[in-house]
């Protein structure tokens, strides 16, 4: 049975620092992200957001999951920047590619 | 403490077989067999879990709570090395980069969705991966769009 507990720590301990170093390295991308909407043009800090709101909607839903912090409003929030974040990214391209 | 020691090997080990497949440019094992090989190792972990008197729920969540931490840990290199790339590739190459650009934004949403599908269906949650299949769906249009957007503005510019 000591063996058992020791796995079940160890998956615990296993998916929280899985976790944790995954959305380090979300935060790294975001800041990318970030360095490339502010820099390029239009459509290329349209790229840049989408990109960051998919690592920010990430790094949100796993915040949300009880096995971690269990912070329950996150997950609406991390819905909201995923789906419409993709929408509005395609809406928006749309529109510059038309030039209005 | 003893965990964490675990836990970095266990990290290390997965980390520097996705860096070996990213250095190679191809996969080191063929997918096809990996998952089969995967599914053996779980298939035969639970076994081992349950002749130590562990149940068989308490065991299979054990076992894939670890595959979980693992797909987390193999996705944090892609998610860096394409960052480092979105930092690299400046104005410097180009007008044309921009498509090397969306390449990378879309290595990073393909990234960020199939651990979210992938993860949720080890912790079982069901609306993990409804979220991030839906949200992988979406990735092509989102970059064909971006792309689209940009080479017509692009050719009106030229024109201009």
Not at chain 1, 50 to 75: D, H, K, Q
Not at chain 2, 41 to 57: E, R
Not at chain 2, 90 to 103: L, M, S, T, V
Request: glycine content about 10%.
């Amino acid at each position: 049975m000591t063996d058992l507990t020791f796995l079940s720590q160890f998956a615990d301990a296993a998916f929280f620092w899985g976790s944790f170093i995954f959305m380090v390295a979300c935060s790294v991308a975001g800041l990318a992200c970030i360095r490339l909407s502010l820099k390029g043009e239009a459509v290329t800090s349209l790229m840049g957001i989408s990109c960051f709101t998919t690592v920010a909607g990430v790094s949100l839903y796993l915040i949300s999951l009880p096995e971690l912090f269990n912070v329950g409003f996150a997950r609406d929030t991390a819905i909201a920047l995923l789906v419409i974040g993709a929408l509005g990214t395609i809406i928006f391209a749309r529109f510059f590619r038309s030039g209005d | 403490m003893i965990q964490e020691l675990f836990v970095l090997i266990y990290a290390a080990l997965i980390m520097g077989y996705v860096a070996w497949n990213i250095r190679k440019g191809s996969f080191v094992i063929d997918p096809s067999k990996l998952v089969l090989v995967l599914f053996g190792i779980f298939l035969v972990s639970v076994a081992g879990l349950m002749l130590l008197g562990s149940g068989l729920s308490e065991a299979a969540s054990i076992i894939m709570k670890i595959g979980a931490a693992g797909v987390m840990f193999a996705g944090v290199i892609p998610m860096v090395a394409a960052s480092v790339g979105l930092m690299r590739f400046g104005e410097e190459y180009g007008p044309n980069i921009f498509y090397a650009r969306n390449h990378i934004t879309g290595v990073v949403d393909t990234t960020a969705s199939l651990v979210m599908i992938f993860a949720g269906i080890l912790i079982y949650r069901l609306d993990l991966v409804a979220v991030g299949f839906f949200f992988f769906m979406f990735i092509p249009f989102v970059g064909n769009a971006l792309a689209n957007a940009y080479y017509y503005n692009f050719q009106r510019r030229l024109e201009k």
